[in-house]
């Protein structure tokens, strides 16, 4: 080989890596952080890195990234902070609207809005990232934390989410998601999957929220009929904090007090949880509770399966001020609040013919764990008590869901 | 010393040629990135005073956007023997080489008013490779010249409204992402104004007045097909009430609140043709509104403004209770008149 081609090689190669490795663009702290960092979001190409060096950041304006591929870094949770406390516009901290993104190492504060949201978009990874209201529960918080939505390929992982008035953690109407390693704290909801398909929640911390865990599916918007999702080796205690939701908010009617809370949704499994310390219940499974006209909507949780759990101690300061669970269980349990509760609502035809098999719930292995739900053929007629505490009729084998793989070709 | 004056007389002859250009170029239209400077397209004879070039024509909507009070001047140029489809409902189908042009500024014509008139941005539409690319300028503080914006702008300012009275505004240019957010269906970007229904009304045109759908036809640009329902200017007393708060919730609301866009979301749709009421917000609960919703159920509850979200969140500053999210950081005060009487006689 000549020395020519050797050299021609060379340069071949510095060619190659100097466009194929993407740039890193570093910031740091400076008089007009919003317009430096906002610039680097949007002239950024597919792929580049923009570190956000440790410090502070005080934002007057939301920022946003639409651009593919794009990596935005701090230096540590703790470290490189975003606060919006001094924000004048915009409804989030910061919005994403591109595929492909990964955010991970900072925080996000005092967003006026919506902390962290993303929307419309397929694969978004959070890693140790933190949003928080830094004055504790207040219903002039923002509602959500990290907010993925109507998105493909959701993954969050080792993040924290603090003080949220609605849901820390909220993944809504979307598909393929994946939960785990992260703490919610002192949230209305500490994790929220809602009107979503496939979902793996697993080896979070919910604790001091008013509700640690909640799948719920609600009517009137795109995407509905929530289904497959598995929610195991989480800690879903103490969850006691008053509930500090705005009304109107479908977490509004959480009561204080409450582990998890399972609403519609099919295909739910439930297990190896540590659950315990909830002022009002451990684990509810309930129907939508107002009438809609939505004729594609199902309101009653379809083929729950609850099993290898532990128990300890929860109800035995139930929250009777907050929505109407607490308080019809308090009555019909007599102040003996079980540690799963199901309402027995089901369609009528239901009501007359039986549950189809496949759509029973099924409760296996939950150590000693307490049971409640009410017989609504009972209910409706007099002299009859209709609560039920025997859960022989929901003893059962196990059919696990498949873990949730994340896919961008999806 | 004679090659100096020859570079000198260069200089000057390529000086001239930046500063005045005939016409619109396509070329820039056209080119990948946009220039630096408003001016080079060439959509103005006279930069200052917004005089359009030749085959620039300036335009209007019966119903408009809300943008903190300030005064919209609105211009199309469509490249010579193209033409634009009509799609109904929707905004016309224009050639490539289409470029929509908005100048916001406080005119400030009030005939009390001492505040001479102050150009803020101009944001434009184009379109090229069958896609719109958005793009806005900045004016600067001479105002012979707006230069290329990327992350917006924060400009306090005052001005002077419709009642004579000096109002402080810390007006905000969107960046190119916030400018998204509003004109995206489906991830593609669209523009809002221009559909046949909230054109159909006259303009004065330096030599005659004239339906801008017949003028924009009598161009060749468009056929003479017209929409079966227009909307209205919402600010008009004597057209009919609920025909003028659809036109306003349409052109502030609908290009975000409707299948597809940015607030889909929510399943609260707001465009002129909703017609299911659950998605117009009657007695619909809110999904995400966190303490926007300010203790209320519902986003309209008909006969009862003060008990609706909706309301609430028009009269709001707060930037995580406002609507629109971005682009408003006054009080529409005009149209919560309007939509909390709509709603009231709902």
């Keep these: 080989m000549t020395r020519f081609q050797k050299q021609s090689r060379f340069f071949l190669l510095l060619f190659i890596s100097f466009y194929s490795f993407s740039e890193t663009i570093i910031i740091t702290p400076s008089e007009d952080p919003y317009t430096e960092i906002q610039e680097a979001l949007i002239l950024a190409s597919p792929g580049d890195i923009i570190r956000i060096s440790e410090g502070l950041y005080q934002l007057e304006d939301s920022l946003s990234i639409d651009i593919d591929g794009l990596i935005l870094e ?142 719920f599916d609600l009517p009137d918007i795109p995407q509905q009929g929530g289904h497959h999702v598995r929610v195991f080796r989480n800690k879903s205690i103490n969850n006691n904090t008053d509930n500090f939701a705005p009304e109107g908010n479908i977490v509004g009617e959480v009561p204080r007090g409450t582990g998890i809370i399972i609403q519609a949704n099919s295909h739910v499994e439930i297990f190896d949880n540590d659950i315990g310390g909830n002022d009002t219940i451990n684990i509810a499974v309930v129907t939508y509770g107002y009438d809609t006209d939505d004729k594609n909507y199902y309101p009653h949780p379809r083929n729950i399966q609850i099993h290898n759990n532990r128990f300890t101690k929860s109800g035995l300061n139930p929250d009777l001020e907050t929505g109407e669970l607490a308080k019809i269980l308090y009555e019909l349990s007599g102040g003996n609040m079980p540690d799963i509760f199901w309402d027995g609502i089901v369609p009528v035809k239901q009501i007359i013919f039986g549950q189809p098999d496949k759509e029973k719930m099924v409760l296996s292995q939950n150590g000693d764990a307490t049971f409640l739900t009410i017989n609504p053929i009972k209910f409706m007629l007099p002299f009859f008590d209709p609560v039920e505490r025997d859960d022989i009729d929901y003893k059962g084998a196990i059919n696990p869901l498949p873990p949730v793989v994340l896919n961008e070709n999806l | ?148 914006s990327i992350a917006g702008k924060t400009i306090p300012t005052k001005f002077i409204n419709n009642n004579g009275e000096l109002k402080d505004v810390r007006y905000r240019v969107p960046n190119i992402n916030q400018c998204k957010e509003c004109h995206q269906i489906n991830k593609t970007i669209t523009p809002i104004g221009p559909k046949a229904r909230n054109l159909n009304v006259d303009y004065a045109y330096g030599d005659e007045t004239m339906n801008q759908l017949e003028k924009w036809h009598k161009l060749g640009w468009i056929d003479s097909e017209y929409p079966i329902k227009s909307m209205v200017d919402w600010a008009d007393q004597n057209a009919n009430l609920d025909d003028r708060a659809r036109s306003y919730l349409d052109i502030n609301c609908g290009h975000c609140h409707i299948e597809g866009g940015s607030a889909d979301t929510s399943g609260l749709y707001l465009d002129f043709n909703e017609s299911r009421k659950i998605n117009l917000g009657f007695f619909k609960k809110p999904i995400a509104t966190g303490r926007a919703s300010n203790n209320l159920k519902y986003s309209i509850v008909p006969g009862n403004p003060e008990e609706s979200i909706l309301l609430y969140r028009m009269q709001s500053l707060d930037p995580g209770i406002m609507m629109p999210e971005s682009g408003r950081a006054l009080e529409h005060s005009e149209a919560i008149q309007l939509v909390s009487k709509w709603i009231k006689n709902l």
């Design chain 2, 1 to 148: 010393m004679k090659i100096y004056k020859n570079i000198f007389l260069f200089c000057f002859i390529l000086s001239l040629n930046i500063q005045s250009y005939e016409g619109v170029r396509n070329e820039i239209i056209f080119s990948k990135k946009p220039p630096l400077k408003l001016s080079e397209y060439g959509f103005f004879k006279n930069m200052n005073s917004q005089l359009p070039s030749k085959g620039v024509l300036p335009y209007t909507l019966e119903s408009q956007l809300f943008s903190d009070y300030a005064d919209k001047l609105r211009f199309i140029y469509i490249p010579e023997n193209k033409f634009a489809k009509n799609v109904p409902d929707r905004v016309f189908d224009f050639p490539d080489g289409t470029a929509l042009i908005k100048t916001f500024a406080y005119l400030n014509q009030h005939s009390s008013s001492n505040l001479p008139s102050q150009l803020l941005e101009t944001r434009l539409l184009i379109k090229k490779n069958g896609e719109w690319s958005n793009v806005s300028y900045i004016w600067n503080k001479d105002q012979d010249e707006a230069f290329l």
């Design chain 1, 74 to 215: 701090g230096e540590g949770m703790n470290k490189t902070i975003l606060s919006f406390k001094n924000q004048l516009s915009g409804a989030q901290g910061l919005s994403v609207t591109s595929n492909g993104v990964t955010l991970r190492d900072f925080a996000v504060e005092d967003a006026k809005g919506d902390a962290i949201k993303v929307k419309g978009v397929n694969n978004i990874n959070f890693i140790r990232i933190r949003t928080e209201w830094t004055n504790g529960p207040d219903e002039l918080n923002g509602a959500y934390g990290l907010y993925p939505v109507e998105s493909k390929n959701v993954l969050i992982d080792s993040c924290v989410a603090i003080g949220a008035s609605d849901a820390g953690i909220y993944v809504g109407q979307s598909e393929n998601i994946i939960v785990k390693n992260s703490r919610a704290e002192f949230n209305v909801a500490g994790i929220e999957i809602e009107n979503s398909y496939y979902a793996d929640v697993y080896n979070n911390h919910a604790e001091n929220n008013t509700g640690g865990i909640l799948v």
